[in-house]
């Protein structure tokens, strides 16, 4: 990579260490031109093996972004800061090339709260044309603390400080609930709103059918917690929708934030909603606020029709209705009237976040909710997606019913579906433990150099097939594409479930084009390959020792980092075997197709996390065909199939024993 | 002081470091005999200024000692963590000399939590015959997790890593709660409970007259938190007397614990008393016994009599009542009969601590109202010490009232009492804010070497002169005891005081022998002086730099560390002027004398802390003369007065300007 691009990524590295103390595997130093003392930034050149010198560039003006001050927490949730973050990532757009952006990219860092830098740097490394190629590094890599637990913060400073790097064989183990404080999740989550800002510049926020895909993607984590919760003998979470009563889950997030070095705090159990005044967030809002908005947008559902900034009608139409929804709930600078339908889903996160300091009088900062790195550990967002995602679904309750007509694939029939799992039995998903090593160093400020591996414990699963037996019954080729769902077979009382609510329980497998010759034909699929996941390695692995080397290698890594982490794509099960059902279907492709050419990269979640770029790359409803009520006679699943669809009786089985660490991780 | 003695001192330093890392200000090493890797060690030694050989000795069974994990909190309240508290001081106090206690400390300190090694380790040397003369040094300088707030790591920390030891100018401004976060104040009740610990070796407890001090002590302590509150507009606290009621005060300590690498847990607003079923502390309390522990203590007050385990009585007698029930109360183990009488002071800061977590769901640790070292930081402290202290007071009142003959000195009368501020007017009290600086590094474990300093802002008052006129009647020269004390002069309303309720507003300033000859006599006496403070320096100085050189001016030093900090001495008063009336009595000294010499040590603030070893130095109920009701008739101080009693009005003026530091602090 030419000049100094390469030393871009360079500065996230140890975000609260000034540009002049080491960085990188080459202990890169990059002084800052516009303030360094020399004598200082002397003793650290001298130790350093590559200094980059930087172009002096006429200073951007900071202003307000300055108002964040550098140890205070960092919230997109919170008005003022997505604000200052829109200009940060408007001055970084700005600039003309590579060399200028490296020298505006130190000026900032040096002053710039390290939260609101590593955001704004990320999105617009992300979205300027020069810096495509660059591979955005894991956010925990460097902000570890929003991942890993205190404690071992504590002990990898020892380690760090006492054991010579070459015999370091401390590896801290570390405990997490395997799905709500899973690293991979919660870099999905951090990841998608860095892809879909909900607020800065308007060309950066208007991405094809993104307040289409707020309600998809959260629809998904909502039924995959489910599917966890049934793995649990938990039953489906409670919708939050008395916001007068007390909230009954408490969280202790036994995270401390190393920039605020304040610890995260905690939420006690029996919490109320409280009107929020905080002068120094510029938060003012009642819960009273948050119902007018909220039933408004339910006003506008059952009219079919919301109202702009001037009155005007928008029709909630049947293709594009959930599209401008999606943008007034959440909401971002899409919505139709912010004015009028507010911020619902946004200041419920934030309402929750302050529940323990609503007025700034203990002068507190928010909870882990209140920041989409760390938002999905607590128990309570999944209460609060579950009221959000209601609302979405009474949207789709109103939209005219599926017809087999749209729904079948004249000449196509499935005759048959299964899954092989390597090493295992037929229709038998295999679960268990896997122990994964991270490198913290990176986010350990002002400590010696050299590795410092946590190692995390994760749910992983064996890899499997699939084989698709699909008769195509007409004398040409075929074109179609191939949906992949899996749900459980049975509701919580363990009675099979009638259609309208297994529908909200299929989480997305896979879907992928297929050209199917006359006749029979057979499809297999590996798990591997699915479009909803990122690889393992994207989230466990260390970007210095084990980046691929050369040109095809290297474009596999060349993704955007958004997708769900694909050690987490089949739900635990249970020992004696969570029973499931497979749901696949081909549906026709000439009304799926966009017409659009995908260069091969960012596009490896794309169901979950779009293509970069580019328009949404099926044209159905997203959640086709679970998104809409049964048509009429419609009870169950076996009666809503067509010829192109097909069920099959699955199992998830957990074996409770830990893999070591791949080697080489 | 010879051989290993001095090196004893060594081991406090850098509480989570090894002792082959280098301590204090020679960098010297000690490594562990037992089980240091020797490359690891010499990577250390190399360093070293001094290397301090270490005789194997048979190395103790630490058995359950161990139980508590090296990163766990630990708190003299919880029994579990007593227990072995107690037995691991009993190792320290039980081997045979110097050099065979620095080896079996190190052992231990290799191995025992951090917290409970210092506690009893500094306990040992506190009451050990042949380390006697050893300074302990402050707590706060190896755990100033405990006192500073955790943003103040953060920053010293890049200091410590950026900046060479010579250029450092940054000294962190540290705002405080100026009473509540006060360091003196928090250490003074850290050290009183250092020299009178509840649960040890018999004859580490059994002082003289400890429950009546705890009583005292902390019947001070609210009658000085009161007399801020006056100073603040606030009116008296709250006894915290309904425990089924929530507990409206919330707090946030904003204090991170290094050594269990968790923010000590807040406490939201509105929280209840809970039942404690927390198996992993071995505690089991229910409000329920709370209540049955407060009942039967008040049924011993009004019985007058107390039953021990073999239900023989107790008489709680007038001058021996209080310290038996102080010890009831708190309780320790010089409790009558703990089962029965059970243990309600300290339950209390267990159950509160608990609110957050009391089954331990949350595997959450306890607030800092449930360590001593840390307590008095809550405001809750004070709610729940009026409760306690208002038992006291209960049985209070069942005692003779003072008769004239039982305060009077015959023959000796005060004619006239006034204060002198230094460069300020009669009767004025000067005070302001001061900042003073502290040395961290010595507890910032795995950090470079080097003084990082944290600026505190504290309250300060200008020296004053007490200047008493005192006539004696006699031709012989007459001693007595010079009391001094303060109180507001009015009550929260503003109207002047009914003696029975203004008693329990005094603040012991000073209490002094003196030596009248026949006729009049002027007796002077500096504010510095004062029998209820420790130095100033003792809080701030730095113990390597500034440590006196030479004998008299080391002997100065050599007190035990147990006292309110003299900045404290005079509250905060108003900037108009908050009316105080202060109050001189000079006590037959006939009746006040305890007949024991004094070296000289450790009796610098005897008053609260007593002296170490001997007997409480003056004969007199704690507080006396304001420890009753007022005899039949008196309602009003001025009535109370006999002949050798003399009020004078003062006022307290507060400046609001902020003094820098010292010169050489």
């Known amino acids: ?31 800052d031109y516009a303030t360094d003392i020399p004598q200082i930034v002397s003793k650290f050149s001298s130790n350093a093996q590559e200094t980059v010198s930087v172009n002096a560039v006429s200073t ?34 700005g600039v003309r090339n590579v060399d200028e952006l490296l020298s505006v990219a130190i000026y900032a860092r040096e002053r ?48 760090a400080n006492i054991v010579p790097e070459e015999s370091r064989t401390w590896k801290k183990k570390h405990r ?38 707020f309600y998809y993607m959260h629809e998904q984590i909502m039924a995959r917690y489910n599917f966890e919760r049934f793995s649990n003998n938990l039953k489906r979470v409670e919708r939050f929708i008395d916001w007068d009563n007390p909230i009954k889950e408490a969280y202790f997030p036994k995270l401390d934030s190393l920039v605020a070095s304040r610890s995260w705090p905690p939420r006690v159990a029996n919490q109320r909603w409280q009107n ?44 594009e209705g959930i599209d401008i929804l999606g943008n007034m709930v959440e909401s971002s600078i899409l919505s139709p009237n912010r004015a009028f339908y507010g911020d619902l889903h946004n200041m419920g996160h934030v309402v929750t976040s302050y529940v323990h300091d609503p007025d700034h009088r203990h002068l507190e900062s928010f909870g882990v909710i209140g920041d989409s790195t760390t938002a999905m550990r607590d128990p309570f967002f ?26 079948d694939y004249p000449g196509v029939t499935i005759t048959d579906v299964q899954i092989q799992t390597e090493g295992g039995q037929k229709n038998v998903f295999q679960t268990f433990w896997q122990q994964s090593d991270m490198d913290l160093s990176r986010g350990m400020d002002f400590q010696p150099r050299g590795s410092v591996f946590v190692r995390f414990t994760h749910l992983q699963h064996s890899p499997f097939t699939y084989t698709i037996n699909v008769n195509n019954e007409g004398k040409a080729n075929r074109m179609g594409t191939c949906r992949i769902f ?19 329980m299929f989480i997305e497998l896979d879907k992928f084009r297929v050209t199917m010759k006359s006749g029979r034909n057979v499809i297999t699929r590996r798990s591997t390959q699915s479009s909803v996941t990122i690889p393992f390695e994207r989230t466990y692995r260390d970007l210095d020792t084990n980046r ?37 279907m081909i549906s026709n492709y000439d009304d799926d197709r966009i017409n659009q050419t995908i260069e091969g990269q960012c596009n490896d979640a794309d169901s979950y996390c779009g293509i970069k770029d580019k328009l949404y790359p099926d044209r159905r409803s997203m959640g086709y065909p679970f998104d809409r009520m049964p048509r009429d006679g419609v009870q169950t699943l076996q009666q809503f199939l067509t010829r192109n669809m097909r069920v099959a009786d699955v199992t998830i089985r957990f074996t409770n024993r830990t893999l070591r660490p791949k080697s080489g991780n």
């Open 1 to 31: 990579m030419a000049g100094n691009k390469k030393h871009l990524l360079l500065l996230f590295d140890r975000p609260q260490e000034p540009c002049f103390m080491e960085k990188g595997p080459q202990r890169t130093v990059t002084p």
């Open 60 to 93: 951007p003006s900071l202003g307000d972004i300055l108002e964040l001050k550098r140890e205070e927490n960092f919230s997109l949730f919170i008005p003022k800061h997505r604000k200052i973050a829109g200009r940060l990532i408007d001055i970084f757009l």
């Open 112 to 159: 710039v709260n390290p939260y609101l830098f590593n955001y704004s740097y990320s999105v617009a490394l992300l979205h300027r044309p020069d810096t495509q190629d660059l591979d955005i590094p894991s956010i925990a890599r460097y902000f570890p603390d929003k991942y890993v637990d205190s404690q071992v913060f504590s002990q990898a400073r020892a380690v």
């Open 176 to 213: 997490v609930a395997y799905f709500r404080e899973d690293i991979g999740i919660n870099l999905h989550h951090w990841h998608w709103h860095l892809v879909y800002p909900f607020e800065a510049a308007r060309s950066v926020v208007d991405k094809n059918r993104r307040g289409e895909l």
């Open 276 to 319: 929020l005044r905080r002068e120094v967030d510029q938060i003012q809002v009642d819960i009273d606020d948050m119902k007018r908005w909220r039933d408004r947008i339910v006003d506008a559902i059952h009219a079919g029709v919301a109202k702009d900034a001037n009155n005007r009608d928008v029709p909630l139409t049947e293709n």
């Open 382 to 407: 999944y209460r609060w997606h579950a009221y959000v995602d209601d609302i979405f679904q009474k949207f789709k309750e109103t939209l005219p019913r599926y017809t087999v007509a749209r729904l």
């Open 486 to 504: 899996l749900a459980p077979k049975f509701d919580e009382k363990g009675t099979p479930w009638m259609f309208r609510d297994q529908k909200n």
């Open 548 to 584: 691929p080397q050369g040109g095809d290698q290297l474009a596999q890594f060349n993704f955007c980092g958004c997708g769900w982490p694909h050690n987490m794509l089949i739900p635990k099960g249970t020992a004696e075997g969570l029973q499931c059902e497979l749901f696949v």
